[in-house]
């Protein structure tokens, strides 16, 4: 009888609970990671409440912390019992996709077309990592190794909110001496605010209206913070830029509205890089877009995986560059996980991220 291990499952929309599975098999590729942290996504929310379509008793999570268990047979590199983390994007290195620099969207394409996000797997098409092990697949694409001295929380967030956030702004190609405005600061949008000062942005204004949010939008670099329920951002940003708009403009939270009011502070030829998962269709209203012919570009990004764009999310975190850490606000264990849902789902509590430890 396969050995058991505790992990949290997918049954109907509304309900993930924690419950027994069979510690995963492993394949020459692969290898099995005991998982030590992981957290709990905005992405996981939607499953939960039925806004994006899983099977039903799929493990969930996507943001694995952990050490390797096993390795399978053809993986080398690596040994049993070192601490790694692995993106929540495991693209295989191979794919049409992957070959043409897009592994996120590994796997994605087939005879009838292309369906997107491909390259996310845990959580999505295979077993996630909210449980005591996880079966990371391509182990020498994914994996990468943890320094010494570094604690699990401080990389927690490098699988997936620092590397969307990040991409945010990558995508949206600031440049230094950019003005860049960052709608929505949860996770994924602090993530954006902290990657656009590094890449050189000089003036970056943040949209929000929790008092905590705003504040720690501040210590990831924002300059101005604007509070959408005490003033309309779109009139705001225009009259502190003197109405040239933002160079870049970042949406991270997935509503018409963020969308609609990035697309209207974008300058002419700006760039709106769009982070949102959406769970309805968007319009674009025809004067934002100036008719399709203002020469804004709309950019949308999937969180960038494997083991280099992990290298590089580690490297930043050993820098000191950017610090973030402060996003843990709560801690659970893995027994307490449906607890941990029912808090983050419905925002109570200040709450930004949440380090669940095995």
């Known amino acids: ?61 996507h943001e694995p912390v952990g ?20 993106g929540a994007i495991t693209p295989s290195g191979w794919s049409h996709a992957c070959l043409c620099g897009c592994g996120s969207q590994d796997g994605a394409g087939t005879k009838h077309g292309w369906q997107a996000i491909g390259g996310w797997k845990f959580g999505n098409t295979i077993d996630g990592c909210q449980a005591e092990y996880v079966r990371v697949p391509d182990a020498m694409a994914n994996l990468a190794p943890i320094d010494d001295g570094v604690s699990d929380e401080q990389v927690l967030m490098c699988p997936d909110i620092m590397s ?36 050189g942005a000089t003036r970056i204004i943040t949209v929000d209206t929790v008092p905590a949010r705003l504040e ?10 604007v509070d959408f329920k005490k003033e309309n951002p779109v009139e705001t940003i225009m ?41 309805t269709d968007l319009h674009i209203p025809l004067d934002a877009f100036a008719a399709g012919l203002g020469d804004k570009s709309i950019r949308t990004s999937l969180c960038p995986g494997g083991k280099e ?10 820098s000191g560059r950017a610090d973030l850490g402060g996003l843990v606000t709560h801690r659970f264990k893995l027994e307490q ?13 200040g709450v930004l991220k949440i380090a669940i430890t095995t």
Do not use: W
């Open 239 to 279: 009259r502190l830029t003197d109405g040239r708009g933002v160079d870049v403009a970042i949406e991270a939270l997935g509503t018409q509205t963020t969308f609609e009011s990035a697309l209207r502070v974008v300058r002419p030829g700006g760039v709106l890089s769009s982070l949102g998962v959406y769970s």
């Open 164 to 199: 969307t956030g990040f991409a945010g702004a990558e995508t949206g190609g600031v440049k230094i001496g950019d003005t860049v405005a960052v709608f929505a600061q949860g996770p994924i949008g602090l993530c954006a605010t902290a990657g656009a000062k590094l890449m």
């Open 309 to 318: 764009r992990m290298r590089r999310m580690l490297q930043v975190i050993a």
């Open 337 to 349: 996980i449906e607890e941990a849902y029912e808090l983050f789902a419905n925002q109570r509590d």
């Open 1 to 61: 009888m396969a050995k058991k291990m505790k992990a949290a499952i997918f049954v109907e929309k509304g309900r993930i609970v924690l419950d027994d599975k069979p510690i995963p098999d492993i394949g020459p590729n692969d290898a099995l990671v005991r998982v030590t942290t992981t957290t709990i996504c905005g992405t996981d929310v939607h499953i939960l409440k039925g806004e994006y379509p899983v099977a039903k008793g799929l493990t969930v999570g």
């Open 216 to 225: 720690m939008s501040k210590r990831m670099g924002a300059d101005i913070v």
């Open 67 to 86: 050490i390797i268990e096993k390795l399978g047979s053809a993986v080398s590199g690596f040994r049993e019992g070192q601490r790694v983390i692995a």
